[in-house]
């Protein structure tokens, strides 16, 4: 396999933008991204579109606004992680030598769907026996809370944090910071979560152009590396589960850092899947930044802030950057990148080296998750 | 709530849910007879050896709360707020399930609940859907 570099990365300001189509909200990022890297058109030679209901050729509907037309173009649906999945497709055809150029696309546009819980597979058996995802993270955060005593409090803190640093971010959907008692006060959705607790829905895009490094340097001056693209189904099982712990981002992890040649102590920042205010934490324990039930500890001590040893979602993270679900994936990784090139002014992590992204998703019955994706990055 | 003439709401759960004729439901799940794999809800195929001899079996109609929650935003139709939980039973097997006759502050982590019935909700014709649920074993306090 040949190393890869990201050499572009674009994305739009995460939000609600019912009036546009799907093209519409995606193409301001890929021409950002194409823009980034110097590429011309011609020189991208496949594109994967990763999308969970963006609907039939999505990426094609957005690449003919942009006029890059005729390459073999794949749409990619794993729910949350869907263009993590798809970056990992192409990252695949580039350092399998198919191609020396690539084009990925993250999007979504859940405006179309109303309001609300996400929208679930209603032929799934728990689904239709009224299980939402809301439901889901709240008996693992009842859970987590009864085996390892974080407080309501606490909780609260990681929706702060990260309001804290999306309000650093003028892509992020929600800009304002916000008090632990404003968001133990708001609206309940699912106990212990109130709104606040939860990702908003919202419209967004992201993009990144990658290139075999062999020919990265013709244009981007600063690629960022590939150190390693892993993605994991959820393992079913008919029986019980410790529900504190997810299984397959722990199992991920393992393998991304063993194929990155890197440990969790040596990565400076990540953008982690915040879907719920209770995820972060747990996936605090899952990358391997704390010990099981430490994780509380970690937030309090300011270790994940900006400032602190390892800070987690500088960018807003899902619950203040916004979760158009399609688009997370990549907007986690141009977060990353522009991290690792040093572009991100009053959220700049200082020195960064290694970024981690993690996007895991898609609620079956009898899984953790149905997908999970990690990728490590190096300038 | 009052009893009536009419017939019960339909169950929504299938082949997952048998009633008896003593009125009392019975969770059905799936046995495999070649590597004994027991699941639910009940399926065709056997997911550890893909055999295809799967037979229904009853399971348990009390087990362990594992984790529970109340839900007060969820898509149409749901009767909010409700209390979406999980239980152990004994057979090996975790059912999702709504928890009723309880309040959440009534319930507690690994509390002994039983099998019972409910109507948690409206059709699109405004028509009321039951299925089973899980309640707590023993009475719970209204003081708690
Ligand atoms: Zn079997």
Redesign the interface.
């Known amino acids: 396999m040949r190393d890869v570099s990201v050499i572009g990365a674009g994305m739009v300001r995460f939000g609600k933008q019912p009036d546009k189509t799907l093209a519409e909200i995606a193409w301001p990022a890929v021409k950002q991204a194409i823009d980034d890297a110097g590429v011309s058109k011609p020189e991208i030679e496949a594109a994967w579109c990763g999308t969970a209901l963006g609907g039939m050729m999505s990426g094609q509907r957005i690449l003919k606004a942009v006029g890059l037309t005729g390459l073999p173009i794949v749409n990619v649906e794993n729910a949350c992680s869907s263009s993590s999945s798809a970056f990992r497709e192409a990252w695949i055809a580039v350092a399998g030598g198919l191609y020396d150029v690539a084009l990925v696309i993250g999007v979504e546009k859940l405006t179309r769907f109303g309001g609300g819980t996400l929208p679930l597979e209603r032929e799934d058996f728990e689904v239709a026996h009224g299980m939402t995802m809301p439901a889901l993270y709240g008996m693992r955060a009842k859970r987590y809370m009864h085996d390892y005593g974080l407080t309501p409090e606490q909780l609260a803190m990681v929706a702060v944090k990260a309001h804290d640093h999306g309000a650093l971010n003028e892509d992020a959907q929600y800009r304002n910071r916000i008090t632990v008692d404003e968001v133990m006060a708001a609206r309940p959705i699912a106990d212990p979560f109130t709104l606040l607790h939860c990702c908003p829905s919202g419209d967004g895009a992201a993009a990144l152009v990658i290139a075999a490094d062999s020919v990265a340097g013709r244009y981007s001056g600063k690629p960022v590396r590939v150190l390693a693209s892993e993605l994991a189904s959820g393992k079913y099982m008919t029986g019980f589960r410790d529900m504190t712990t997810p299984e397959i981002t722990v199992r991920g992890a393992k393998k991304a850092y063993e194929m990155a040649g890197v440990g969790p102590e040596d990565v400076d920042v990540a953008e982690v899947h915040d879907a719920f205010t209770i995820a972060e934490l747990l996936y605090y324990e899952a990358l391997g930044f704390c010990e099981r039930g430490d994780a509380a500890g970690l937030l309090e001590d300011g270790e994940t802030s900006l400032g602190g040893r390892i800070p987690v979602n500088p960018s807003g993270g899902l619950l203040s950057k916004g979760h158009p679900i399609g688009a997370t994936g990549a907007a986690q990784m141009v977060e990353i990148v522009r991290q690792l090139r040093g572009e991100c002014g009053g959220r700049q992590v200082e020195g960064a080296r290694v970024g981690l992204t993690h996007c895991t998703g898609g609620g079956i019955s009898g899984f953790d998750h149905g997908a999970c994706s990690i990728h490590i990055f190096r300038n | 709530m009052s009893e009536t003439v009419h017939a019960e709401p339909p169950l ?2 299938g082949a ?1 849910v048998r009633m008896e004729e003593d009125g009392r439901p019975t969770l059905i799940g799936s046995e495999c007879a070649d590597c004994a ?5 009940p399926t065709a195929l056997c ?2 050896c893909m055999g295809e001899e799967m037979s229904p079996v009853p399971l348990g109609r009390s087990g362990r709360l ?10 149409r139709g ?1 009767s909010v707020p ?1 209390i ?3 239980v ?1 039973l004994p057979e ?3 059912v ?3 928890v009723v006759d309880a309040a ?1 502050r009534q319930l507690s ?1 690994e509390m002994e609940v039983e099998l019972t019935t409910a109507i ?2 409206t059709d699109g014709d405004g028509e009321a859907f039951s ?1 089973y649920a899980f309640r707590p074993r023993q009475p719970v306090s209204d003081d708690a």
Request: hydrophobic share 40%; net charge negative; charged share 15%.
């Open positions: 929504i759960a997952a794999t027991r699941i639910f809800p997911p550890e594992y984790s529970y929650c109340t839900v007060h935003v969820a898509p749901w409700y979406a939980g999980y152990d090996g097997v975790r999702f399930t709504h959440e982590m948690l909700g299925s």
